[in-house]
């Protein structure tokens, strides 16, 4: 059984893993924004972030609820939304 620290430790290094794959994913986003901003279409797609928050409660093992995994893609998604309109 692994103790308090090296849990903690565990932690920690998905939280790093976890900021470099958002700050990947931001990138990614921005590149969106551009591309539909050159495109003259709006950087809000209801219907993408229907799609991709459906596809991950499809996904979805546990033990996150699939409630947990749409408020906290919404956010990710939201937070990216801003980043495209800057």
Known sequence: ??????????IDNYNVALLTLLNERAKVA???????E???IPTHDPARETKILQQLADLNEGPLSNLM?????TEIIKA??????R
């Open 30 to 36: 921005i590149e969106i924004g551009k591309r539909k």
């Open 38 to 40: 050159a495109m003259g």
């Open 1 to 10: 059984m692994e103790n308090l620290t090296d849990l903690r430790d565990k």
């Open 80 to 85: 990216n939304r801003l980043i495209q309109q």
């Open 69 to 73: 995994i749409e408020k906290i893609f």
